[in-house]
């Protein structure tokens, strides 16, 4: 069965501090990979996405993340993280009938 | 452009009662998508419409949720009786194509006493 696992639930950082957030997804095929971010009070934001090509994407905000398919993993990362980070990060994976799998998302949280 | 919206943004009914829920996807898409986050758990998929048409509605959780998208544009999912374990935030979401880029509203918050 196809599967998102974010393992870190809660993640506290200091603002400045480099950021890697954990994705692992279980799928048969060649995934469709996504990370979104939910701020507090609004609704889900596309940050980046995988569909093929170059394993190094490119998102909004300073994000990028990584495919790795012999992980089976997609990780987030930010070189230095503002206080306007703090929100909540979900890693999803897009299956076969256009349904997109979530993980159970990973709390970001901010000290100055 | 307008983005993905949905109406109400939050609702408190009782157990029993009707709530519906409505979605504008955004203008020309043609794909939309119901979701659902319970309890703080993972956001689980309910439902996908083409245009008018139910593509896949393998995530709906019981017959007391009917989705319609009459005419192909806006959709309302609608919960009748609620029940307590209904609480969480529906979000919808839209796109052009076929396995292209799904974009989301800011989710309808659903409380259920």
């Known amino acids: 069965a196809q599967s998102v696992t974010q393992p870190d639930i809660h993640i506290t950082v200091s603002e400045g501090a480099s950021l890697e957030l954990r994705c692992n997804y279980s799928?048969?095929?060649?995934?469709?990979l996504f990370w979104y971010v939910q701020s507090p009070g609004q609704g889900l934001q596309l940050l980046l996405k995988?569909?093929?090509?170059?394993?190094l994407v490119q998102g909004i905000k300073g994000f990028e993340a990584e495919f790795k398919r012999s992980q089976s993993s997609f990780n987030l990362r930010k070189p230095s993280v503002h206080w306007s980070d703090a929100a909540e990060y979900f890693c999803?994976?897009?299956?076969?009938?256009?349904?997109?799998?979530f993980g159970t998302g990973t709390r970001l949280q901010v000290f100055p | 452009e307008a983005g993905v919206t949905q109406f109400p943004s939050h609702s408190v009914i009782e157990k029993g009662q009707t709530v519906t829920l409505r979605c504008d996807p955004i203008?020309?898409?043609?794909?939309l998508y119901w979701y659902r986050r319970v309890m703080g758990k993972e956001i689980k998929f309910l439902l996908h419409?083409?245009?008018?048409?139910?593509?896949?509605e393998s995530g709906m959780p019981n017959n007391r949720f009917l989705a319609e998208r009459t005419g192909g544009t806006y959709s309302t999912l609608k919960v009748q009786p609620a029940e307590l374990e209904d609480s969480g935030v529906y979000f919808c979401?839209?796109?052009?194509?076929?396995?292209?880029?799904?974009?989301f509203g800011p989710g309808t918050r659903l409380l259920v006493l």
């Open positions: 979401a839209s796109s052009l194509r076929h396995k292209e880029t799904q974009y």
């Open positions: 799928y048969g095929a060649t995934p469709y």
């Open positions: 995988y569909f093929s090509g170059d394993t």
């Open positions: 999803a994976v897009g299956a076969s009938t256009d349904k997109l799998i």
């Open positions: 203008s020309g898409h043609d794909n």
């Open positions: 419409f083409v245009k008018e048409s139910k593509q896949d």
